[in-house]
Nanobody
Framework: QVQLVESGGGLVQAGGSLRLSCAAS????????MGWFRQAPGKEREFVTA????????RYSDSVKGRFTISRDNAKNTVYLQMNSLKPEDTAVYYC?????????????????WGKGTLVTVSS
């Protein structure tokens, strides 16, 4: 129905920047909330950020607010995550998620579709 493919992960030093992309294909909708989540080794998957279809409603976790920026280009069916001032604790597999809806909640977790993830490693 909907496929999500992340890209842009890699190795970066602390303080550096990285941009992740999530391309959606298959069935598309103008009412999809999309977001980013991450999972570090030995930890549960956690919410990072989410954005409404229009881009007017955006949520961030406290740990990334002010450093990460989510955006989307609906013409390209792509969502981006610009990560600045990266810290070693940001190291994780980053997953793109999506669900049908209008207003993302402060801590989105119930996504319907998931990508396979892209690894981000931040060295100190």
């Amino acid at each position: 129905q909907v496929q999500l493919v992340e890209s842009g992960g890699g190795l970066v030093q602390a303080g550096g920047s990285l941009r992740l992309s999530c391309a959606a294909s298959g069935r598309t909708s103008s009412s999809y909330i999309m977001g980013w989540f991450r999972q570090a080794p030995g930890k549960e998957r956690e919410f990072v950020t989410a954005i409404s279809w229009s881009g007017s409603i955006i949520r961030y976790s406290d740990s990334v607010k002010g450093r990460f920026t989510i955006s989307r280009d609906n013409a390209k069916n792509t969502v981006y995550l610009q990560m600045n001032s990266l810290k070693p604790e940001d190291t994780a597999v980053y997953y793109c998620g999506a669900r049908y809806g209008v207003v993302p909640t402060p801590n989105e977790s119930a996504m319907t579709y998931w990508g396979k993830g892209t690894l981000v490693t931040v060295s100190s």
